[in-house]
């Protein structure tokens, strides 16, 4: 726990892992679930995206597939039958093997429409709005990825780690070489598979040829390009629409422009955006690049040591980006009564000599993240719900009067009324009774 203290992620991570989480679905992953924060991006003018769309070439094809179906029956799954694919893959030279994805955004953004067995022409994208056209753009983007669930590429593999990929690809606006791609799929299809040397060898010999056709069909699908150095880098158009989908998926992936506003705030400023939401993480380094790392330190450790918990853990954010150059204020925390631990925690997670923390040091240090999750979150309630016991949190409950943090009865209420297992809310309630005891008997 006292790893890393100073990372607000980790304070949103600790209510999770020591107290509850909302009960997950079987297929979904803990990495999945973590919420990860983008560099920002430049985004061209929407009237100059939409403008391109038509120019995609799944798009182009399935307003011409559209066209072409005019009107006529379809199979019970709603698809074109076997013989009208292969007519329409050849009358308009689209690869067969592409004619049902065509049809699939066809039909799903409404240019065809299905009644009764029957296709029939829809509306077309003509005089639209911006607005209008990049929504439409959107729903083809979320029909070309919701595929790679049913075989989007042709490579399962590349498949497997699409989202990966394009995530990787949105970080890097020069490009990443296909050969950097192609390694990082297999890096992670061994930490995730674990398939053994022999099938690793394989699929390391395979993975360059099917990653280049599955490049071919997302270039096809608008979403990536070649750049001139021979990389490959998302389309403006893939730009705008992996920052949507990232951000649906509750990611931080803000533009320049969102995060321009916050560097030149103060720093109580700052923090405060942090606090109450209106800024995330994202805006931290745009924020310390303007300021040298010592000063940045030294004014964010004099707001934490006399802010409230939820201040400490946005201060812990931001000092958590900091290298050893920022070494000299945080070494002064360490005569601070509020900032002493977290200023033990940060120099040696950097190496840096520093006293070690006491098992109660710890526990301190877990009672001032819940509190800070408190203040950040507004009301952590919504995230005590699971019925899983935690027999961390239970010890650490049992821990929490003895070490005088000035919020343990505040946390150990929020326990006892949010926590849904009886098991954590009658530990808070006796640790809570102790608290007030102890409190008693020194006002006494």
Same mark, same amino acid.
């Given at each position: 726990?006292?790893?890393?203290?100073?990372?607000?992620?980790?304070?949103?991570?600790?209510?999770?892992?020591?107290? /509850? =989480? @909302?009960?997950? @679905?079987?297929?979904?992953?803990?990495?999945?679930?973590?919420?990860?924060?983008?560099?920002?991006?430049?985004?061209?003018?929407?009237?100059?995206?939409?403008?391109?769309?038509?120019?995609?070439?799944?798009?182009?094809?399935?307003?011409?597939?559209?066209?072409?179906?005019?009107?006529?029956?379809?199979?019970? *799954?709603?698809?074109?039958?076997? &013989?009208?694919?292969?007519? /329409?893959?050849?009358?308009?030279?689209?690869?067969?093997?592409?004619?049902?994805? =065509?049809?699939?955004?066809?039909?799903?953004?409404?240019?065809?429409?299905?009644?009764?067995?029957?296709?029939?022409?829809?509306?077309?994208?003509?005089?639209?709005?911006?607005?209008?056209?990049?929504?439409?753009?959107?729903?083809?983007?979320?029909?070309?990825?919701?595929? +790679?669930?049913?075989?989007?590429?042709?490579?399962?593999?590349?498949?497997?780690?699409?989202?990966?990929?394009?995530?990787?690809?949105? $970080?890097?606006?020069?490009?990443?070489?296909?050969?950097?791609?192609?390694?990082?799929?297999?890096?992670?299809?061994?930490?995730?598979?674990?398939?053994?040397?022999?099938?690793?060898?394989?699929?390391? +010999?395979?993975?360059? +040829?099917?990653?280049?056709?599955?490049?071919? #069909?997302?270039?096809?699908?608008?979403?990536?390009?070649?750049?001139?150095?021979?990389?490959?880098?998302?389309?403006?158009?893939?730009?705008?629409?992996?920052?949507? *989908?990232?951000?649906?998926?509750?990611? *931080?992936?803000?533009?320049? +422009?969102?995060?321009?506003?916050?560097?030149?705030? $103060?720093?109580?400023?700052?923090?405060?955006?942090?606090?109450?939401?209106?800024?995330?993480?994202?805006?931290?380094?745009?924020?310390?690049?303007?300021?040298?790392?010592?000063?940045?330190?030294?004014?964010?450790?004099?707001?934490?040591?006399?802010?409230?918990?939820?201040?400490?853990?946005?201060?812990?954010?931001? #000092?958590?980006?900091?290298?050893?150059?920022?070494?000299?204020?945080?070494?002064?925390?360490?005569?601070? @009564?509020?900032?002493?631990?977290?200023?033990? $925690?940060?120099?040696?997670?950097?190496?840096?000599?520093?006293?070690?923390?006491?098992?109660?040091?710890?526990?301190?240090?877990?009672?001032?993240?819940? %509190?800070?999750?408190?203040?950040?979150?507004?009301?952590?309630?919504?995230?005590?719900?699971?019925?899983? &016991?935690?027999?961390?949190?239970?010890?650490? =409950?049992?821990?929490?009067?003895?070490?005088?943090? @000035?919020?343990?009865?505040?946390?150990?209420?929020?326990? /006892?009324?949010?926590? *849904?297992?009886?098991?954590?809310?009658?530990?808070?309630?006796?640790? %809570?009774?102790?608290?007030?005891?102890?409190?008693?008997?020194?006002?006494?």
């Amino acid at each position: 726990m006292a790893n890393n203290v100073f990372n607000l992620a980790e304070l949103r991570k600790l209510i999770d892992e020591q107290a /509850a =989480v @909302p009960p997950r @679905p079987p297929q979904e992953t803990a990495v999945e679930r973590e919420a990860l924060t983008f560099p920002p991006v430049m985004l061209a003018p929407d009237e100059e995206l939409a403008l391109l769309v038509p120019g995609v070439p799944l798009v182009a094809d399935a307003i011409r597939l559209a066209t072409w179906t005019g009107s006529r029956p379809v199979t019970p *799954d709603g698809l074109l039958t076997e &013989p009208d694919a292969a007519a /329409a893959a050849e009358e308009l030279g689209v690869p067969a093997g592409r004619v049902r994805l =065509v049809w699939i955004v066809a039909v799903n953004t409404g240019l065809l429409r299905i009644v009764r067995g029957q296709a029939m022409r829809g509306p077309q994208p003509t005089r639209l709005t911006a607005e209008a056209t990049l929504e439409f753009w959107d729903g083809v983007v979320m029909d070309v990825l919701d595929r +790679a669930d049913e075989g989007l590429t042709g490579s399962a593999v590349v498949d497997d780690h699409l989202a990966e990929m394009l995530a990787t690809i949105y $970080s890097v606006r020069s490009g990443v070489a296909v050969a950097n791609l192609a390694r990082g799929i297999l890096q992670s299809h061994e930490v995730a598979c674990e398939p053994g040397a022999v099938p690793m060898r394989r699929l390391a +010999a395979s993975l360059p +040829a099917e990653l280049l056709e599955a490049l071919s #069909l997302l270039a096809y699908c608008g979403l990536v390009e070649q750049t001139a150095a021979g990389r490959t880098a998302l389309t403006p158009l893939g730009v705008w629409a992996i920052r949507r *989908d990232l951000l649906r998926e509750g990611h *931080d992936a803000p533009t320049a +422009a969102e995060v321009e506003v916050f560097a030149d705030l $103060s720093a109580a400023e700052l923090v405060e955006s942090l606090v109450k939401g209106a800024a995330t993480q994202s805006a931290v380094a745009g924020w310390l690049e303007r300021r040298a790392p010592e000063e940045a330190a030294r004014e964010l450790i004099e707001i934490a040591a006399t802010g409230t918990a939820g201040r400490r853990g946005a201060v812990g954010a931001i #000092l958590e980006e900091l290298g050893p150059e920022a070494e000299g204020p945080v070494r002064q925390a360490l005569e601070l @009564p509020m900032m002493r631990r977290y200023a033990a $925690s940060w120099l040696h997670i950097r190496d840096l000599d520093a006293p070690a923390l006491s098992p109660g040091d710890h526990t301190w240090i877990g009672v001032d993240s819940l %509190a800070a999750l408190m203040h950040l979150s507004g009301h952590a309630a919504g995230r005590l719900d699971t019925p899983e &016991p935690r027999e961390d949190l239970i010890r650490l =409950v049992g821990e929490m009067p003895a070490v005088g943090h @000035p919020d343990t009865l505040a946390v150990l209420d929020m326990l /006892a009324t949010a926590h *849904d297992d009886p098991a954590v809310v009658k530990a808070a309630r006796k640790a %809570a009774m102790k608290a007030r005891s102890l409190a008693h008997t020194k006002l006494g």
